[in-house]
Structure formats: C-alpha cells, structure tokens
C-alpha cells in the first residue's frame, strides 16, 4: 500500500468524522462525556465542528489515503498560528506553539505506520517553520509521540468519579523543539 497524504477538502469530512469517532470512542474519556450519546449524534455534532476547522487558516487538516484505492486511512489536524506561517522581519519572537490538535487513524489500519508518515509530515513543517509543537497524548498515543522526540511536560490524571462517570484516565501534555535540518537556511 502506498500512503498519499493531502490537504483535507471538505467532501472529505464524512470520513474524518468517521475515524475521529472510530479512533477515539474507546478511550476514557469520551465513555464518560458521551456515555449515552447515540454514535450517529456524536458524528453529527464532529460533522458540524470540522467545517468550522476549514474555513480558519490556521488550522490544517490531512488525510492519508491509500494511493491506489483512494480509501481514507487517517486524518490529521495541526493548528499552526499564522505568524508562523507569515514571513516576519520583526526582531520580536512570539512564542505561540504549534499545536498537533489530533492524529487519528482508522483502526483497521492502526499498526502499520500510517499515522507515524502523517506524524512525520507535521514534524516536517514544524521544524520547517522553527516552530516548537504541544500536544495532549493518551496513552495509546504516548509511545508514538516520545519515539519522534517529544517531551513529557506533565502527566494528568482525570478521575471521572466525582463527575458523575467513572474510571480515571490519564494523559500526557507534551512539547517537541523544532529540529534543523541542515539544508535550511537561518
């Protein structure tokens, strides 16, 4: 199989609702915050944020698809602030991250590097822009992220009990510097 990564468009989004929700359904949290929300409520609801996600030039949304097929394999949203993106002859350095807001795969595909070739393009365009990256890891995800160089900055554990649900679930607040390459230029 060959991996094709592209900018989402918007006839893509019932395929990125569908992994998003397939991905991330079985994890504590969203047991808890949507314990009793019909699956088809919960695509809509994502269904109608991820056109807000497309109109907003900050946010960058892919997919990978299988080359050959044109199956949608995974999505991703990275949230780069746009004086990142701008050319700036300003002396002042803001330092507003870049942010991996989500990496989803389909979990008939998780396992065979899909998300890590998606993973690999936004740390690509980070370390493009200089741009250090944050992002909030489940566990699932932990491994992947500290294996590409992220850093542990805190460890969250959010106990579901004293709000109505149940069971804890724990997360990861990670950071990633850029990295330079030697073919970019200061």
Known sequence: MSLQIRYAI???SPELVRINAL???PSVFYQNAFENVEFSALCTLKYIRSFEKFVDPKYHVL???D??????????????????QQK?????KLSEDAVLDYLATDPEQQGKGVGTQLLKWA???ADTLNARMYLEASEVGYPLYQKHGWKL???????????GGSNKGRYYIMIRDPVAHPDQTS
């Open 63 to 65: 997919v990978g698809t």
């Open 67 to 84: 080359s050959e097929t044109g199956q949608t394999l995974a999505s991703m949203r990275l949230i780069i602030p746009l004086h990142l």
């Open 153 to 163: 900055v805190e460890e969250i554990v959010l106990d579901f009990e004293p709000l």
């Open 10 to 12: 918007e006839s893509d």
């Open 23 to 25: 991905s991330f359904s």
């Open 123 to 125: 740390l690509q365009k």
């Open 88 to 92: 700036s002859h300003s002396f002042i």
